[in-house]
């Protein structure tokens, strides 16, 4: 639905949080500096309906007015993040509820419960008040829900609310309560359960040790709430707004909803692009070390940031936005360094790279009030233009022009997957994403741009399948992968197929229904604390380590491709090959290297060995390649500089081979 | 009651998590793997009582007969541990409550208040209805109660009934408010007390810091709780199942009740061991260090594993039974690596080298749901064998003919001083078990067997007596001791009589009333953190170094064997010997050691000073030598496998002088 | 109020914690000891009026009789920080709420919440009649309020009364919602209010991320609580007992009221000094580190009590007393070591150099019972001396004449620029304490003596102003520090001048109002997190690195003392001086000690580079010189002893040059 020739800039921006007399001045500073988008109205509820049933358009109408007027594009927000102080001292039981089981209380945002039925009727009409006022105003061009579902852990609510909904969703999926306790398993310890009243939600148990079953169907209600929710107001908003997008801003690695399904109803996805503080949160959930912490602190590393954007990208399969890319340093994380000169820039270019087609910077002017008066933006509280708007100021946009990201290489992601894995991780540094991550890392090492699907969703247009950590499958689904098997080549992951669709292990053990095409049975896993690694066998007969988590295999119709030395699992199995299959059961660095780089020239996408901190990205057919460093480098006869890129197209400048 | 001329081995199994036509094959393979006992009906009552009052048996009378059938010992269990959903929806009362005052909810187990009236009687219910249709099977040859009473931190509960359970507890053992007060010092702080009704439970209150003495008295309440719930169930089954033992299976190093007191009526006690999770716990607690985490990752250090079995055969003073043994990885720790090939058959070994008449893996097949899927069995998920079942399968069991451990040093463990001690450390680095386990170990490394006793038990039969952290002593307990040093040496650890019963200091200073057995008074204690040592000489002039902990004394009426040299200790002694009983003050493994094995040579009992990782325990007068370490070793003539043991015999192979 | 030509000392005893027949004998020794004051009845309500409304006085007319007839001068406290059982029976809601929104229990001290208008009743009621019995006893000299205000993190309350109190106090402070909006920014997150109702405390909100001005307003009100309970106390005791003073025991580094409006009402404050477990503490609050911690585990670190001796007696500007000196081991660290020898003879010296009259001991004889049996005394538990009663006993008094401290240095220091600093860190390492701690730490290395004085007091005294951390300026304080700068010089340390009154930022960025005087404008700031540095020029060219925290500016009106070097701030000024204005972006030690020196010759108040453990303190004529370290130093001529120092008199022993 947007049809720029190339990368378009915006910026996110709250007239409400200036006086008037700014605004036009603002507008104009900001079409001068080449932006086309601003987002406005996000959280405003309180302006927009100062008390029940009393609205004030004035202001909006006025400031879209302003905007309009400069030549920029309004892109709206309905303004549900943030419900008005009345209507919580109204309803009070709209409040979502703590793991402790306390309301959180009024003063900050998202202090909404997505269970809650009154609040759902406060979002329907709020949104219905908005589009019909604005829907169809010609500056108007699209419309961001909410902002970013469950900041503050808010998707998974403990509240009376949520219990009744649960106990309904668990009675719509099973019928019966035998049925739930056969999908379960609950004849464990005794937790079945002969009446629907008894089921409560998964907190509180005695030493926080909740079936993975009950809290696998827990996250699965609580991801269907966000998607309702989500639904209601895109629903209204098309109704009332046609031909505008909609769109919602989700968060980096944001695990506790659905993202497919949440995104089914949108018309493209967004997210918001933080990469000096999801570096350090990375960080923090031992996905990093403090080695990298420190070398890519003031530019995030690539692969995170590289990695949300081909999720959001996948997940409605169309570019994305960036709703909010940050251009100065952030307030949230434990450190918040300034972003390196060119960092700005850089972010800007991998985006697009990866298929964004805006980028719109948070936000115009620093806030000087409340929570985030830390937090930078393209203006300094005192108003002059703060480092991130002499970088935008910089950028030459003709040299992103729109065109598809054209990848080779589908990585699969599942979220009810992340679920169950990460309910029983079995050691303390290992777990869903930094296990995904280890592929998703090592193929861009290697040069190669990756999609990031669904595994249920149409795969026949990749040259190769590598699914991480796919731990959850169906009959179906192994239906399907073997499909696709039988096409290109297919690379799995440690604890590939271990569960079933309730969480239970497969009675027939791992691979389940996969293990006709896998070729190999489970023996042991091994959870190696730090200190302790597990030596294996490479390729090329060089022998690799395994950290964090080691799987060992018995092939049954299958060819052995590497296998342990010493220790528990000698002579295993580390990795098997069944035809276009292959399981890699080693947490290895080395080994996932060695494999993905043969199936790499086997299916003729030629990977690069790049070195640390360069990364090439291909969009249509022009070449961003990177330089995350803070050093100039030398690599294939281009000069990269510190914190910069160089784009190169097909005519003038080839990729060197 | 148990009669078998060596080793027997069990197996914790579920029929009810599996279908029936599971149940004829896993009780023949059983008992082709050499099985004698199989533990059933553990946390069944949702199936024994599927609804109030509804009994169903039909599957358990069936399942007892095909164990039967097979030849196999059935050892039953009171379902307690996890009463059922419609139990607590009668009775949410019954639900524990945290130390946050919260009620512990449903979903997983020990979802039970000991204090409950209501859950008592269900209790006696449950047990005297089991009891009456199985007490007199002829396959049932014994009773576990409940299962690892204590788990998930459900001994102590803050709930309504505990507080009243509590105050009545305190009316009859004070009698008066007043004495009370003067037991508990309320004078300070002005916490008297005027009327029963001001009691409140020890949590919650400022600063997190309520008066040990409170704390005291709540430990013993909550422990008498156990020991009387234990009493009701173990008094059924006696009425209704005579001839059968009855025990019970506790957690290593669990400390929350006095496990004396609650063996006092059971037959014998049992333990459920799990060698690497309990190394990665006790690495949590402080207990450990980070290079011993990884160094014993795969077995499990040999005197953690050692001092339960010690301890548990302690509190009967009667052969164990190990009820639930590792037989691979567990899923509780926060990494849990596989064991060692040889770690089964050498845990098995030494738990018959240390009194356990019978040992019991845990499980027979992985559970495919719920909790523990990550747990191994003796079966893997897919039901083929896994590692553990194949070193069952390899042990001979008549090398480990029955017999006596007949320790000649008895180590004194009582749990009101574990209690008082901890409850003000005055140090993040010493605790009540880092004491004690200091004097185990130094014990174990030097190759003798200990055994743990009660410090009021009859130690007449021993040569030397070790009490490392007896912290609190009456005037009975010192007369007692008083007796004991009369005949055998006695060895004091630091802080020994500090206390009064009531867990005030004593008025005339450490050492209370055993001032005059000891022939020295405290000086000062030290508090040493990370980073410092205070040094001190050793009997033979080379100097030693105390950390975590120092306390100097003044000579009355003995000899100094130690002194502080520099620091503010310096001069004092570090260890005193007035006749038979020494007095250790100082941390320091360096002292501990000199002190211990002079005296045991002067007892006769031939200190060996072992390699590290090698222990020698003895049963009967069958020796086993045991190599804890990943490399073979040759000690004293024998060539000891890597992770493995040589039973040495009287005749065929003396141990080497 | 004290004549006393030199030094003099006492201690805290409770009579009531021993049996009668001590007393006399206790009192004797003290006297024996040199000891002039005697704190007592401090927590003894339970004693006064064991039930409502019934008094017992006798044992404290004897107790004070007793005193008294020893020639002690008693110092009588009010009980409040002990309010009894019964009185809690009575009104539950008295109790003090924590953050998790929960009553905190009585069962230890401070369990009452000073918003409570019921127990305001009943402090007036206590504090009157004991005043009224004792006010004019002739061995009464003054009395102490309470003890130690906010113990337990008890200042804070969040209860229904504290909520209620928060409303009134903000309808007083603003008038209007729409007001208090405007203040505190609330179109923020649309969290405007439209009635007072709505207004909730500061805890559970979302992410407990609430708005910085909502928090500062929170701990403003929770400070005047406290000051409006001081202020009644107070004025009761003024009535009562007409001649003597009152002062009340502060807690150091204690920061949740403000210090100098609790002290206004006072004759002089005092504090309890407890150097070994502050040092613990100030490692756990990341000013120290592992290193320092060892370093100074037996003494503390000289600054640390020094900056807090500053501190107290900058609250009226008057000598202080040591209410409570640490003499032996504390019980309440991580770590709780012994002091060194010559420890507590060494801060008693630094007491009297930093302003203290009096130095009075904790507690006499170590006790036997409750939550401080681990705590040390003069006495040991056996009631023999222990190190610290012979330490005192050595000490001369006479060397520690009378006199001011003659401070030509102040630094500035003020609780409302400390909470919101500390609201919004934007760094893990950095705080209003780390950053204030930097500058006091090289004054006094440099040897000269320091005021911390509130910024808005009189700075006409002074030759030299810091402030390292004054980040709320109002335009008055701005006007204010600009005529002292046309006096004096004046150096500013970060975020100086970045807040408002209500805690937002400056519309026209920092510096704000103190934009003009110090001739620079915020540029950058940054959050270095460990393993980052940023370069930057030294005075004479060579470099220095900042860690934690820098910030940049351009000059307006000024000159460059020192610019970054590379990284994001390259170029950007880190020291601007306009005329006697300097102002430090950057957390240098380096630079900052240049400035200081430099600043310092400037003034003639000849800095001297002291040893590691060296330091200089000043009263009258008279000079301590100390030695903070283990080992004998020679410095200047003089031979130090370790944890020792010498009194240097202007006649005998000139400070050589």
Redesign the interface.
């Known amino acids: 639905m947007i049809q720029n020739a190339h990368l378009a800039l915006g910026v996110c921006d709250y007239p ?2 200036v006086p008037r007399n700014r605004w036009a001045s603002y507008a104009a500073q900001q079409r001068a500096l080449g932006l086309s988008y601003v987002r406005i109205a996000e ?5 927009m309906e ?2 029940p049933g009393e609205y004030d358009w004035a202001w909006l109408d006025e400031a879209i007015e302003v905007y309009a007027a400069a030549g920029l594009n309004v892109v709206l927000c309905t ?1 549900t993040a ?5 209507l ?2 109204q309803h009070p039981d709209i409040l ?1 509820h703590s793991a ?12 909404y419960d997505f269970c809650s039925p009154v609040f759902r009727e406060h979002s329907a009409r709020i949104t219905r008040v908005m589009a019909e006022r604005y829907g169809q105003h010609p500056a108007v061009v699209g419309w961001q829900t909410d902002n970013e579902f469950g ?4 998707t998974h609510s403990y509240s009376p609310a949520a219990a009744a909904g649960f106990r309904a969703w668990l009675q719509a999926r099973y019928g019966t309560p035998e049925a739930l306790n056969e999908a ?12 629907w ?2 089921i ?1 939600l ?6 926080s ?6 809290l696998l169907d827990f996250f699965r209600f609580s991801s269907d709430m966000v998607v309702e929710f989500q639904e209601a107001q895109v629903a209204t908003l098309r109704e009332c707004s046609p031909g505008r997008w909609v769109t919602h801003n989700y968060m980096g690695f944001f695990s506790a909803f659905d993202h497919y399904k949440a995104s089914a109803c949108l018309d493209f996805a967004s997210w918001d692009s933080y990469p000096t503080g999801t570096l ?1 949160a990375l960080h923090e959930w031992g996905l990093g070390s ?1 080695d990298l ?2 070398r890519y ?2 530019t995030g590393h690539p692969d995170v940031t590289g990695f949300n954007h081909d999720l959001y990208r996948g997940v409605t399969g169309r570019p994305l936005w960036v709703m909010e890319q940050q251009c ?2 952030v ?1 949230w994380a ?8 060119g960092a700005v820039q850089l972010w800007t270019a991998q985006a697009w790279a990866h298929g964004a087609d805006v980028v719109s910077y948070f936000r115009w002017r ?9 937090h930078s933006g393209l203006l ?3 108003e ?1 233009p ?2 991130g708007h002499t970088e935008v100021q910089g950028l030459d946009l003709s040299q992103f022009p729109a065109g598809d990201v054209n990848a080779r290489v589908a990585l699969l992601h599942d979220y009810e997957s992340l679920w169950i894995y990460n309910a ?1 991780k ?4 290992i777990n869903y994403w930094a296990q995904t991550f280890l592929y998703y890392r090592t193929l861009r090492s290697l040069g190669v741009d990756v999609d990031i699907v669904h595994p249920d969703g149409d795969l026949s247009g990749y040259a190769l399948v590598v699914a991480p950590a796919l731990t959850l499958v169906t009959p179906e689904r192994a239906a399907h992968l073997g499909e696709v098997a039988q096409r290109v080549p297919v690379v799995f992951g440690p604890r590939t197929a271990f569960r079933t669709p309730s969480g ?7 691979f389940g229904p996969l293990s006709g095409l896998v070729g190999a ?12 690694a597990q030596r294996l066998t490479g390729l090329d007969g060089s022998p690799h380590e395994a950290a964090r988590w080691a799987e060992g295999y018995r092939v049954q119709d299958g060819a052995v491709l590497s296998q342990y030395i010493g ?4 002579g295993q199995a580390a990795a098997v090959r069944r035809g276009n299959v292959t399981v890699i059961g080693a947490h290895s660095e080395g080994l996932v290297r060695e494999v993905l780089t043969a199936l790499l020239e086997g299916v003729g996408l030629s990977p690069v060995f790049l070195p640390e901190g360069v990364r090439l990205s291909k969009r249509g057919d022009v070449t961003l390649v990177q330089n995350w460093t803070a050093s100039p480098i030398r690599w294939n006869g281009l000069d990269l500089p510190p914190v910069g890129f160089q784009v190169l197209t097909p005519v003038a400048e080839p990729l060197p081979a």
Do not use: I
């Open positions: 409400e949080h959280f405003a509820w309180s302006r100062p008390r303004p943030a419900p008005p102080a009345w919580v001292q979502p402790g089981g306390c309301p959180k209380q009024f003063g900050a945002r998202r202090h900041w503050g852990d808010t379960w398993g609950n004849v464990f310890w005794s937790m079945e359960y002969t009446d009243a008894q409560g998964p907190n509180g148990v005695v030493a040790d909740p079936s993975p079953s009950h350090e403090e912490a420190v602190a003031r100065g340093q307030n434990p450190y918040n360094p300034l972003p390196a000169d620093a806030a000087t009030m409340a929570q985030e008066v830390m300094r509280h005192d002059t703060d480092r029983q079995q050691s303390a540094e239970r292990a497969h009675e027939d053990g791992q049975r489970l023996l042991n896993y091994d959870s190696l604390r730090p200190g302790m220790g528990p699992l000698d």
